[in-house]
């Protein structure tokens, strides 16, 4: 379905403001140092809206249908910012594919922390609903806003285009007249005392959690031959501390103990964010 051009314009300065903010945190988080990161009103270009050239991420959120944010990045944006964040965790090794995939997690971090910030506006809670690889809808010469990313003297594009859900949704109004921040800072979202913050509503989110003792790599030949009584070496010594692992990421290690007659993991190390992006690639 075709977006009308006219829904896919000028955005409000705190949406932008606040896009930049999470876009830079996400950044900073990773690669370890804030990129100053500018933005400007900008058309599109059929060129820009071609999927060949450009790789578009769509986001929608769940306060309502129309409340979508599409994320474009030329492959030297996405091979700038990917490649920095795998070397930030010391991953020399990489192809295109790891480096994109790093460079959508970024966005996808960044996303997130945007429905955040549209929860503080509305005083309710909006995450991201769904998601896709598909370019803006809408034909040549719509709105949209170019995002400068700079690592100190390398500067490269990033561009957003933002469905215009906000006309018909009721945002606070004490938080939408706060003074505009500059955007080569790092902006941050208003402070509203009375409403929890965005980490507060992800506290109650479940995550899997498991613990590894070890691994081993079998040839199918001895897997086949597996019995009751079998023995599996694993690739770690008994006095080594093992993994606890949540949502298929390493965060931490420790010694098994017994709590009442059951196992539990006694932490001794917590991971840095370099080894966890390590673990996720």
């Known amino acids: 379905m075709t977006v009308p051009d006219s829904q896919v314009s000028t955005a409000p300065a705190w949406l932008v403001e606040d896009w930049v903010a999470q876009l830079t945190r996400a950044i900073e988080s990773m690669v370890g140092e804030a990129p100053k990161v500018t933005s400007a009103a900008h058309e599109l270009s059929a060129e820009e809206l071609e999927t060949d050239g450009i790789a578009w991420r769509e986001q929608v959120f769940s306060l309502n249908p129309d409340a979508q944010v599409w994320i474009g990045a030329a492959p030297q944006t996405w091979q700038e910012i990917g490649t920095r964040v795998l070397k930030s965790a010391g991953v020399e090794e990489q192809d295109n594919e790891t480096v994109r995939g790093t460079y959508f997690e970024i966005v996808s971090q960044a996303l997130s922390g945007l429905a955040g910030a549209i929860s503080e506006r509305v005083r309710q809670e909006v995450s991201p609903s769904s998601g896709r690889d598909a370019p803006p809808a809408v034909s040549a010469g719509a709105t949209g806003y170019q995002l400068d990313v700079a690592f100190g003297e390398t500067v490269v594009p990033l561009l957003a285009a933002f469905h215009t859900f906000w006309s018909s949704v009721s945002f606070d109004s004490a938080a939408e007249d706060q003074p505009k921040a500059d955007h080569a800072a790092i902006p941050k979202p208003p402070a509203v ?73 006694r932490i001794k190390e917590v991971v840095s964010r370099q080894e966890r992006l390590r673990t996720l690639n």
Do not use: H, M, W, Y
């Not at 897997?223 to 931490?252: M, Y």
């Open 193 to 265: 005392p009375s409403k929890p913050s965005t980490i507060d509503l992800l506290v109650d989110v479940e995550l899997p959690v498991s613990v590894s003792f070890g691994r081993a790599q079998l040839p199918l030949k001895d897997v086949i031959k597996l019995t009751t009584g079998s023995i599996v070496e694993l690739n770690r010594a008994v006095s080594e501390p093992v993994e606890v692992i949540v949502n298929n990421c390493v965060i931490a290690r420790g010694e098994v103990v017994v709590v009442e007659g059951n196992f539990g993991i």
